[in-house]
């Protein structure tokens, strides 16, 4: 019952608002047959301006005021981690050493296997998997990568893997594990291609294929990394047991492409830090920057948003930094605490991982922030030409951000967590300070969202068919300073959208470059250009996107877990690019 209860609180606290806008508003309440039933107080028992004002009316006078102060309150939160980024990613991509090249990639190059002799459930390549020695006086780091996949088109999973190829230590340091699903059709054949091609480029590379139908386990990308994550603890037991694992497992979706100087700041990161490495998570901005001049504009707004609300909690001194489908942290502590979850609650694999890692080390996990963005594709759609093509893409995002929002059954899983903690702990993790700034960071993403629209929609119409006359002195303030807030807001908004320009500009061009080193054309690049239409249309649509890819998602998921938890994991479509030249 509790576990029911904890993951429809999201549920529950809509349920509340709107008991409580009827209760404050609905003529119900000025009816004779309610009175008869419930007499009317006499109203609140302060005095001031809140005479007059029933107890529902007040609260919804304090919470409407809080909820777009928060609102306000992120946007100045984005465009300070936004300045701060700009001056941070510029810093990063300077410390590159100029003496280490980026090793150009043949695309043609490969070696025949016979994968008919490969199983299903461990498949074994040439190079073993050992801890590469380097010319530092600090052992190197070995990343281990997951690199989770299901029905994704070969020429995706390619192209990521000649860009992670082309980085100057991969064949020294980088381990790859192809997550794959066993369900799907040509998988061995798939991954047989793909340790082919690239096997030489890599220290090793090595497919996992999580089974179906177990019990407790749902299909997608955090059953995948939990069957991977096992297989990378089993090749370094050994080093595990002895406490010498220099391992760093990065976890990364299909499309997306990772510059070597995410690598290199982790590094220097983790030895900067060596007496909080074993607790210490690695998160990364993520940016949009392959397709989105092709995207429909409200996809392009709708993964814009997506992008600020991880990056609005990577700001100078933050408490705590939220992953977005991109990050890294020690094998050991994957290890510690045993490693990713695959059951239902798991389905935002990124910020579940970062929760249970919280609880397990009792409040002390280290979240640090890498300056280099990962670069992300938009959605896609092949289906059609023009607006059907539009359409399909727009359905297909709404797919994406509704298995977004699913994530909100963390709330769930941290309220059960906070709860173990205030029964079974002496000192309570509830009580600190920074367990309240994470209990907000997961009220703005999985409540506020749906609280936002609704007291907006709300406000809009009520205070139009209502008299300004009749409204209480108290409420018509509320309602002039929250409309006053919705412009600051917006006004900020599209402050942080020209910040974003600046360093979209920034990253970019880096990557640019590092194809053309490396011989990889084919990755795609989406110049942003402020002046042009596609790009000013953004700044007037981001609140219509804002509302159907993430109010009405976060309502459909929320109200869906009343009655499951489980949610079927389909795989968004990514563009396929052709060679073109880079514009340096």
């Not at 002390?364 to 023009?386: E, K, T």
């Amino acid at each position: 019952m509790l576990v029911w209860l904890s993951r429809c609180l999201p549920g529950f606290s809509i349920i509340a608002l709107t008991a409580m806008l009827i209760f404050a508003f609905s003529d119900l309440l000025k009816s004779a047959l309610w009175k008869s039933l419930f007499p009317p107080s006499e109203g609140t028992p302060w005095e001031g301006p809140w005479k007059g004002l029933g107890i529902a009316q007040s609260v919804f006078v304090v919470y409407n005021i809080f909820v777009h102060t928060q609102m306000f309150a992120f946007t100045l939160r984005l465009g300070w981690s936004f300045t701060n980024m700009i001056k941070q990613t510029r810093h990063a991509i300077q410390r590159r050493p100029s003496d280490v090249p980026i090793a150009p990639i043949d695309h043609r190059d490969s070696v025949d296997t016979d994968y008919s002799l490969w199983s299903s459930s461990d498949i074994s390549v040439a190079k073993p998997v050992t801890v590469a020695q380097g010319k530092f006086r600090t052992p190197e780091l070995v990343h281990a990568i997951i690199l989770p996949n299901y029905c994704e088109d070969l020429h995706t999973l390619e192209t990521t893997l000649r860009v992670l190829a082309s980085h100057p230590r991969a064949k020294t340091q980088y381990e790859i594990y192809l997550a794959m699903e066993q369900k799907e059709e040509n998988s061995i054949i798939k991954a047989t291609q793909l340790v082919s091609t690239f096997g030489k480029y890599f220290l090793a590379i090595q497919p996992t294929f999580h089974p179906s139908g177990v019990q407790g386990e749902i299909a997608g990308k955090s059953s995948n990394v939990a069957f991977a994550a096992r297989k990378i603890v089993e090749a370094h037991r050994l080093a595990l047991r002895s406490e010498s694992c220099n391992v760093m497992v990065t976890v990364m979706d299909a499309d997306t492409h990772l510059s070597r100087d995410y690598f290199t700041e982790i590094r220097r990161l983790h030895y900067h830090n060596i007496t909080e490495a074993d607790h210490s998570i690695y998160c990364c901005p993520i940016i949009f920057d392959r397709n989105s001049n092709e995207s429909p504009i409200l996809v392009r707004c709708a993964d814009l948003l997506w992008s600020f609300a991880g990056l609005s909690t990577m700001y100078p001194y933050t408490v705590i930094a939220i992953p977005t489908s991109v990050y890294s942290l020690p094998l050991s502590l994957a290890e510690k605490v045993g490693g990713w979850d695959s059951d239902p609650t798991a389905i935002g694999e990124d910020l579940h991982m970062l929760l249970k890692c919280y609880f397990e080390t009792a409040g002390h996990l280290v979240s640090r922030v890498v300056y280099i963005p990962a670069s992300q594709c938009n959605v896609s759609s092949d289906n059609g030409r023009g607006w059907r093509r539009n359409v399909d893409t727009c359905v297909a995002r709404y797919c994406q951000a509704l298995r977004h929002m699913w994530g909100a059954l963390d709330s769930g899983f941290t309220a059960r967590r906070t709860i173990g903690y205030l029964r079974f702990h002496q000192r309570c993790l509830f009580l600190r300070p920074r367990h309240f700034a994470l209990l907000h960071l997961l009220w703005e993403a999985h409540f506020m969202p749906c609280h936002l629209t609704i007291l907006m929609l709300f406000s809009v119409i009520y205070t139009l068919w209502t008299p300004a006359a009749s409204l209480h002195p108290t409420l018509a303030w509320a309602f002039s300073f929250t409309n006053t807030l919705r412009t600051l807001s917006f006004v900020g908004m599209n402050i942080s959208l020209i910040l974003y320009e600046r360093w979209h500009a920034i990253c970019l061009n880096s990557r640019v470059q590092d194809m053309h080193e490396a011989n990889i054309s084919d990755t795609g690049f989406s110049h942003r250009v402020w002046y042009r239409p596609q790009h000013l249309f953004e700044r007037l649509c981001f609140p219509i996107s804002g509302t159907l890819y993430g109010a009405v998602p976060t309502i459909h998921a929320v109200f869906s877990h009343f009655w499951t938890d489980r949610l079927v994991y389909r795989v968004s479509k990514k563009p396929t690019f052709v060679l073109e030249e880079l514009g340096l």
